[in-house]
């Protein structure tokens, strides 16, 4: 130990030492004052999110107005001009090729139907897509949803896909308020 006035190997007097120890209880107050400040902080950040979010989905709100305004334009003038060729096509047929009327008629009609029926199967596949079934299939594996009863527990070494394929082999029918449940 070093008598008073004496330095230390650090080259400070010891009573400097001693001042500088950190006091606990300063400490506690520093980590206060900082818990404090993080949670502002967060709250802060929280409260900005919120903000953005909130002006997000009101734009999105608005832009979607806008589009569907502009698809229902896109497709008023898609029709007319669908129309006009196949006018043109019918009167070149008719002219050009020598087919009578109701042939060349007939057969834009028939290729407007084909690319009607391949266009409403193509959305048909893709609405699947909006089933959410992966979703739907987990959130029943947690006992949630209309699919809950059906599905293992979340234990269950039974897979969820395994529950799925028998309930396509054997369809649900309706829940207990007389719904008629969904498969994934």
Same mark, same amino acid.
């Given at each position: 130990?070093?008598? /008073?006035?004496?330095?230390?190997?650090?080259?400070? /007097?010891?009573?400097?030492?001693?001042?500088?120890?950190?006091?606990?209880?300063?400490?506690?107050?520093?980590?206060?004052?900082?818990?404090?400040?993080?949670?502002?902080?967060?709250?802060?950040?929280?409260?900005?999110?919120?903000?953005?979010?909130?002006?997000?989905?009101?734009?999105?709100?608005?832009?979607?107005?806008?589009?569907?305004?502009?698809?229902?334009?896109?497709?008023?003038?898609?029709?007319?001009?669908?129309?006009?060729?196949?006018?043109?096509?019918?009167?070149?047929?008719?002219?050009?090729?020598?087919?009578?009327?109701?042939?060349?008629?007939?057969?834009?009609?028939?290729?407007?139907?084909?690319?009607?029926?391949?266009?409403?199967?193509?959305?048909?596949?893709?609405?699947?897509?909006?089933?959410?079934?992966?979703?739907?299939?987990?959130?029943?594996?947690?006992?949630?949803?209309?699919?809950?009863?059906?599905?293992?527990?979340?234990?269950?070494?039974?897979?969820?896909?395994?529950?799925?394929?028998?309930?396509?082999?054997? /369809?649900?029918?309706?829940?207990?308020?007389?719904?008629?449940?969904?498969? /994934?």
């Amino acid at each position: 130990m070093s008598a /008073p006035g004496e330095t230390r190997t650090s080259g400070r /007097p010891a009573s400097e030492d001693r001042a500088r120890a950190p006091d606990p209880l300063e400490a506690l107050r520093e980590l206060r004052d900082a818990g404090r400040a993080g949670l502002s902080a967060t709250s802060e950040a929280g409260k900005a999110f919120r903000t953005l979010l909130s002006a997000d989905v009101a734009l999105a709100r608005s832009a979607m107005g806008r589009a569907v305004a502009f698809i229902a334009v896109a497709i008023v003038f898609g029709a007319s001009a669908w129309l006009l060729i196949v006018t043109t096509l019918v009167i070149a047929l008719v002219r050009h090729a020598d087919w009578p009327w109701s042939v060349a008629l007939l057969t834009c009609a028939v290729v407007s139907l084909a690319v009607t029926a391949y266009g409403a199967w193509r959305a048909l596949y893709y609405f699947e897509h909006t089933r959410l079934r992966a979703t739907r299939r987990q959130l029943a594996r947690l006992g949630v949803g209309e699919l809950a009863a059906y599905m293992p527990g979340a234990g269950s070494p039974e897979s969820t896909r395994a529950a799925t394929d028998r309930l396509a082999d054997h /369809p649900p029918g309706k829940d207990e308020r007389g719904i008629d449940v969904t498969p /994934p």
